[in-house]
C-alpha cells in the first residue's frame, strides 16, 4: 500500500530535549515537505527537500532541521525544542515538483511543556 | 505579500444543498493551486491540482476551477460524508525554489 508513515504519532517532551520525528515514504518520491498545522494559521511549510541531499527552507524553518541521506526518508529534527513548537506536524511526498500529488502521513501531534 | 485566503471559515449546508467555497490569492509566479479535503484527526488528502485559468477538474460531487485571482470548489447536492475541512494551497517560485502557501481552510458540515 502506497503510504507515508510519521514515527511517532504523539509525543510529550520538555523544552531543550533533542527530539527526531521520522518520516518514511514507499512510493519512490523525489519530493518531501514538512509542515505544521497551528489553529486559525492553517498549513505552513517548515522545509522541504526536491531530492536526496537537496533541500531547503519553508516558510518557518526556525529551530528545526532535516536531512535527506535516502529517498524515502525525511526526518525532521528539534534540537532544543520550545514550547512555541507545539504544534501537529505533517510529513508529505510527492513524484515531481510539477506534476504530483502530494501525500500526507498521519501527522505527529508535539507538545512541548 | 503572497497570501491565500479562504471563505467562509465554516459552511453548513443541508443534504442536497449545492454551494461553493472560495480560495482567493495574491500571489506572483504561481506555479499550480491545489486543493485538499482533510478529516478530523488526519493528514489533507488531495483532490485537485489546477494550472492556469480557465482550467476545470471534476471528482464526484467536486469540481474545482481557476481563474487568475481565485479559485472556487463547487459541491453540488452534497452529502453528509462531505463534511470536512477544505484547504487549498498555491505553489509560486521564490529565488528559483519552490514555496508553498495554503490557506487556512473552510470547515463544511453537511447535515441530513
Known amino acids: 500500500e502506497a503510504q507515508v508513515t510519521q514515527n511517532p504519532r504523539y509525543l510529550i517532551t520538555v523544552t531543550g530535549k533533542k527530539l527526531t520525528v521520522t518520516c518514511s515514504q514507499n512510493m519512490n518520491h523525489e519530493y518531501m515537505s514538512w509542515y505544521r498545522q497551528d489553529p486559525g494559521l492553517g498549513l505552513r511549510q517548515i522545509y522541504y527537500s526536491m531530492n536526496v541531499e537537496v533541500t531547503d527552507k519553508g516558510d518557518v524553518p526556525e529551530g528545526y532541521k532535516v536531512s535527506r541521506k535516502e529517498k524515502r526518508n525525511f526526518p525532521l529534527i528539534l534540537e532544543s525544542p520550545s514550547p512555541n513548537q507545539t504544534s501537529l506536524y505533517f510529513c508529505?511526498?510527492?513524484?515531481?515538483?510539477?506534476?504530483?500529488?502530494?501525500?500526507f502521513g498521519p501527522g505527529t501531534r508535539l507538545l512541548v511543556l | 505579500e503572497d497570501q491565500v485566503t479562504q471563505s467562509p471559515e465554516a459552511l453548513r449546508l443541508q443534504e442536497g444543498e449545492s454551494s461553493s467555497l472560495n480560495c482567493s490569492y495574491t500571489?506572483?509566479?504561481?506555479?499550480?493551486l491545489f486543493w485538499y479535503r482533510q478529516d478530523p484527526g488526519k493528514g489533507p488528502e488531495f483532490l485537485f491540482t489546477?494550472?492556469?485559468a480557465g482550467e476545470e477538474k471534476e471528482k464526484e460531487r467536486l469540481k474545482a476551477t481557476l481563474t487568475k485571482k481565485e479559485s472556487f470548489l463547487h459541491i453540488t447536492a452534497p452529502k453528509p460524508e462531505d463534511s470536512a475541512t477544505y484547504l487549498c494551497?498555491?505553489?509560486?517560485?521564490?529565488?528559483?525554489?519552490?514555496?508553498?502557501?495554503f490557506g487556512s481552510g473552510t470547515r463544511l458540515l453537511v447535515r441530513p
Open positions: 494551497a498555491v505553489r509560486l517560485v521564490v529565488d528559483s525554489s519552490y514555496k508553498l502557501i
Open positions: 508529505a511526498s510527492s513524484l515531481g515538483t510539477a506534476v504530483e500529488t502530494q501525500y
Open positions: 489546477l494550472y492556469s
Open positions: 500571489v506572483s509566479g504561481l506555479r499550480g
